[in-house]
């Protein structure tokens, strides 16, 4: 991190850009501890998209970290039609991410949604990496790989 007078923005930390303690890289990895203290702590106090658009005001690269429910509410991705409607044989139609580009002359989509649990062991395993039959039973016995979730065994 290169503390820079841009960084006072932190408040109760102007003095940060003239503090020898974080003057250089040897410097601030030796003091990191407090300087992430220092950071944390104004952090933790500011809505998070807020905090991103006054760091990046000041040329510092920042994003907001975002659950998974923000994420699904995000305006920004929703107007970029990030999300796509997958239906999943055995869950449905739900709303996913989608691409993080787009390509102005080839769409790009999601073809097909996610594999379940186990559903390429044999292609992948044994057709690609050259386990047989035996190896992959062998595999099996042991929980190494499955089709069922192992919480959910009796």
């Not at 940060?16 to 890289?25: C, I, P, T, V």
């Not at 080839?106 to 990496?129: K, S």
């Not at 992959?136 to 069922?148: A, F, H, M, T, Y």
Request: glycine residues 8%; contains cysteine; aromatic residues 4%.
């Amino acid at each position: 991190m290169v503390v820079t007078p841009a960084l006072t923005v932190v408040p109760n930390s102007p003095s940060l850009a003239n503090d020898l303690r974080y003057s250089a890289g040897s410097n601030r990895l030796q003091n990191q501890d407090e300087l992430d203290r220092i950071i944390g702590e104004w952090t933790r106090q500011q809505d998070q998209h807020e905090a991103m658009r006054l760091l990046q005001s000041q040329r510092i690269p920042a994003g907001a970290v975002l659950t998974n429910q923000q994420l699904l509410e995000d305006q920004h991705f929703e107007a970029r039609g990030f999300f796509e409607e997958i239906t999943h044989p055995d869950v449905g139609t739900y709303r996913d991410i989608g691409m993080p580009w787009k390509l102005s002359d080839t769409p790009v989509h999601a073809r097909l949604p996610a594999p379940g649990l186990g559903e390429h062991n044999d292609n992948v395993l044994g057709e690609i990496l050259g386990l047989t039959a035996d190896e992959l039973c062998s595999l099996e016995e042991r929980d190494v790989i499955g089709n069922v979730p192992l919480n959910t065994r009796e």
